[in-house]
């Protein structure tokens, strides 16, 4: 029998990955006969990539409180919640923005930055959606809730006010709100009856 995976273990393995993941999407943006198109997409004025981060980090914010509703609503949802709660609960605050920080660069780069240009919106976020089934059943309705939320994603991207920083704003949004929710305990810590 295997001892799950505590926050420590899955934050250092989250770094591993998504750093290597970004790293790859660099490398393979910096390689591409779309640099042009990428280049586009990253605004020339520091003022315009401030403008299309700030735009992704409300349409997150609204997203992820908006998306808080589906478990009142869908079993396999609530269930996705209750298991992705088992996986975090106890991250630090730290761990939870630099986890947040870190995956929403990396695939933001990967899927909309390296992917997208090549493969289109629907393909790059079918394959966005497959790169969340993890063989779990109870996180069955993860992939489905990923490729909605990356055509999402997508057409933010192509935005031009929001543009790719707007694309990493949202999904920034998503993932620090809802992990900061899911690492709360599952159950309030039992008082102590002696006092």
């Given at each position: ?38 280049q ?67 695939e ?69 709100i ?11 810590p ?6």
């Amino acid at each position: 029998m295997t001892t799950p995976a505590g926050p420590r273990q899955v934050f250092r393995t989250s770094l591993y990955f998504h750093g290597s993941m970004g790293i790859i999407a660099l490398i393979g943006i910096y390689l591409s006969d779309h640099q042009k198109w990428i280049q586009e997409w990253i605004q020339d004025s520091p003022e315009e990539i401030l403008l299309g981060l700030l735009i992704g980090l409300v349409l997150g914010s609204v997203a992820s409180l908006l998306s808080q509703i589906l478990p009142l609503v869908w079993r396999d949802a609530r269930q996705l919640e209750s298991r992705l709660a088992e996986i975090f609960e106890g991250s630090t605050p730290i761990e939870v923005m630099v986890l947040a920080l870190i995956s929403s660069v990396a695939e933001e780069l990967l899927f909309r930055g390296l992917l997208q240009p090549f493969l289109g919106i629907f393909i790059a976020s079918s394959l966005f959606g497959l790169a969340h089934w993890t063989g779990d059943r109870r996180l069955s309705a993860w992939p489905l809730i990923a490729m909605l939320a990356g055509l999402a994603l997508g057409r933010l991207a192509q935005w031009p006010t929001a543009g790719l920083p707007g694309a990493i704003g949202a999904h920034l949004a998503v993932n620090w709100i809802g992990l900061n929710r899911l690492s709360r305990p599952l159950s309030p810590p039992a008082s102590d009856p002696a006092g």
